[in-house]
C-alpha cells in the first residue's frame, strides 16, 4: 500500500500562490499506473477533488479551480504537486493527495487558508 505525506500549506493572502507537495512512500505500482488526484475538504463540506494527473500527463480541474491550479508529478522521485495561484478565500480548506479514481488510505493533509 501507498502512503501519501503532503506538505506546503499555509496562510497566504487573496491572490496569492502556493504550491503544495505529496510524497509517496511504499507500494510505488499505485503510483505508476494509477492516475493522481488532489483533493480538498473544507470544515462541513465533503472532500471534493480539485485536479487529476495521469501516468500518460493527461491533467482536468474542477472548474472552480480551472485557469489557477495546476498539477504536475515527477514519477522518478514519486512526488505530485499543486501549483496554486491567484488563490481565494473559497479555496481555504485541508488539501490532500491520493490516487484517483479509486483513493486508498488518506494522510493528514496539509491546510491552506486564504485570507486577508
Known amino acids: 500500500q501507498v502512503q501519501f505525506v503532503e506538505s506546503g500549506g499555509g496562510l497566504v493572502q487573496p491572490g496569492g500562490s502556493l504550491r503544495l507537495s505529496c510524497a509517496a512512500s511504499?507500494?510505488?505500482?499505485?503510483?505508476?499506473?494509477?492516475?493522481m488526484g488532489w483533493y480538498r475538504q473544507a470544515p462541513g463540506k465533503q472532500r471534493e477533488l480539485v485536479a487529476t494527473f495521469t501516468s500518460g500527463g493527461s491533467t482536468n480541474y474542477a472548474d472552480s479551480v480551472k485557469g489557477r491550479f495546476t498539477i504536475s508529478r515527477d514519477n522518478a522521485k514519486n512526488m505530485v504537486y499543486l501549483q496554486m495561484n491567484s488563490l481565494k478565500p473559497e479555496d481555504t480548506a485541508v488539501y490532500y493527495c491520493?490516487?484517483?479514481?479509486?483513493?486508498?488510505?488518506w494522510g493528514q493533509g496539509t491546510q491552506v487558508t486564504v485570507s486577508s
Open positions: 491520493n490516487v484517483s479514481p479509486r483513493p486508498r488510505s
Open positions: 511504499g507500494s510505488i505500482f499505485l503510483f505508476s499506473i494509477y492516475a
